[in-house]
């Protein structure tokens, strides 16, 4: 049962252009949301996250968008660089449930950018 | 300052070895988590540590998974009677409780492969 689903395994856009990377949920107990970047032989870095009381949150040349009632969320990445190749990893937090504060992770959808 | 470290980064072992895997969080943070990462698949929580105690153990696969906490710093996860399922990378995350953002700072991860 999979609760964040990333449904596109790669992506491959030309530098300049948008680099749209989306993720659906299941789970309506999720509160906050986060995009997570890795590059090979890496742990995952933290890129931007987004509470569920907004629809939109900005950094640079991301941004993160999230429909509540699709369940569907997406990160912009505009212009793309070569340098932003990597798997990114669509994350939800869910209100604490025993204390936990873990993430449930989608499989991951690799872009890459062409020069 | 250092961030999250792991080891080894690589470990292979036969079929029915136990194996143990280190986590050095960043100083100072109180959570720390494991997760794994099975080949082409998303990162999967297996347990989460509050201090030393471990409120959340329910993503650890079997009784054959177990880890610990000493110091409110390392961590070990340990494998007993490992089967080749088991291979996969193993990340360990650490966070600062009390922030908003529920960011979790990976390590580079350990590579394990059952043989």
């Known amino acids: 049962d999979q609760q964040v689903k990333q449904n596109s395994p790669s992506l491959s856009v030309q530098e300049g252009r948008i680099s749209i990377l989306n993720c659906d949920y299941t789970?309506?107990?999720?509160?906050?949301f986060l995009w997570y970047k890795k590059y090979p032989a890496e742990g995952p870095t933290f890129l931007i996250s987004?509470?569920?009381?907004?629809d939109k949150n900005e950094d640079g040349r991301f941004t993160v968008f999230l429909n509540k009632s699709a369940k569907h969320l997406s990160l912009h990445i505009v212009p793309s660089q070569p340098g932003d190749s990597a798997v990114y990893f669509c994350?939800?937090?869910?209100?604490?449930?025993?204390?936990?504060?873990?993430?449930?992770f989608g499989k991951g959808t690799k872009l890459t950018v062409n020069p | 300052g250092a961030g999250v470290s792991q080891s080894p980064s690589n470990k292979v072992t036969e079929k029915g070895k136990d194996v143990e895997l280190r986590c050095d969080p960043i100083?100072?943070?109180?959570?720390l988590y494991w997760y794994r990462q099975r080949l082409g698949q998303g990162l999967e929580f297996l347990i989460y540590?509050?201090?030393?105690?471990?409120?959340?153990k329910s993503g650890l696969p079997s009784d054959r998974f177990s880890a610990e906490r000493t110091g409110e710093s390392v961590s070990t996860l340990t494998i007993q009677r490992t089967q080749q399922e088991d291979s996969a990378v193993y990340l360990c995350?650490?966070?600062?409780?009390?922030?908003?953002?529920?960011?979790?700072?990976f390590g580079p991860g350990t590579r394990l492969t059952v043989t």
């Open positions: 994350a939800a937090s869910g209100s604490r449930q025993g204390g936990s504060e873990k993430l449930v």
């Open positions: 789970n309506s107990m999720f509160d906050y």
């Open positions: 995350a650490s966070s600062l409780l009390g922030t908003l953002s529920y960011e979790q700072y």
């Open positions: 987004i509470s569920s009381i907004k």
């Open positions: 540590f509050q201090g030393n105690s471990a409120p959340d």
């Open positions: 100083s100072g943070h109180t959570a």
